[in-house]
């Protein structure tokens, strides 16, 4: 499948959905369809379904923090171009399930697409780029693990700054890897003290 290369990310990740004509879209059509725009995409492609507050059925978190944990692990280690295992590329989402996650959160990615710049390059070089895969691993495990309103925060991170890396926005970077960090620490809070301890702790500071 090919697509422009200069289209906004929202725009392209439409157009993926669109060009996909089976009732399921497994992760090799996904991978194929956004290789040319390398490790970015990617996260976004497999964060994104996590990143809209939705209830999930058990299960699809973990199906689609195991690409973004081969994904942070490959770029931790430098690696030019993302590679997904066989076995993995054969999962697959119902396509009106993937259809309904892009249109819902375009608007809010066409948003935030209009703010972004080329800023702090840092994180743009290799250096950068596997520090970010570093925190991204991190993020991964923490989306994979199966406790209700832990996957939300650490993926929105890794889309944000999945964002940052395509516009190769070091401030905007900066800001995914704060939010997936918050995210990681209410994990930990979740197993430590238990859910409702730590929303009610939550509750005390907002009311």
Request: glycine share 8%; charged share 15%; proline share 6%.
């Amino acid at each position: 499948m090919e697509h422009n290369k200069r289209s906004s990310t929202s725009e392209f990740l439409k157009s993926v959905v669109k060009a996909s004509k089976s009732d399921r879209v497994t992760i090799d059509e996904l991978k194929t369809s956004m290789h040319e725009r390398g490790f970015g995409i990617f996260l976004i492609g497999f964060s994104l379904p996590l990143a809209v507050p939705l209830p999930y059925i058990p299960g699809i978190t973990t199906i689609f923090a195991i690409p973004l944990f081969f994904l942070s692990v490959q770029m931790m280690l430098g690696f030019n171009s993302p590679w997904l295992p066989k076995w993995l590329t054969r999962l697959s989402i119902k396509r009106s399930t993937l259809s309904f996650i892009v249109i819902s959160s375009s608007p809010l990615l066409k948003k935030i697409e209009r703010l972004l710049k080329p800023r702090l390059l840092f994180f743009a070089s290799d250096k950068g780029t596997k520090i970010i895969g570093f925190f991204c691993i991190i993020f991964a495990v923490s989306i994979a693990l199966p406790l209700p309103f832990t996957n939300f925060v650490p993926a929105l991170g890794i889309l944000t700054l999945s964002l940052g890396m395509l516009s190769r926005d070091g401030v905007t970077i900066l800001m995914g890897i704060l939010l997936g960090i918050a995210g990681v620490i209410f994990t930990v809070a979740v197993i430590l003290l238990g859910k409702k301890i730590v929303m009610g702790i939550i509750n005390s500071f907002i009311y």
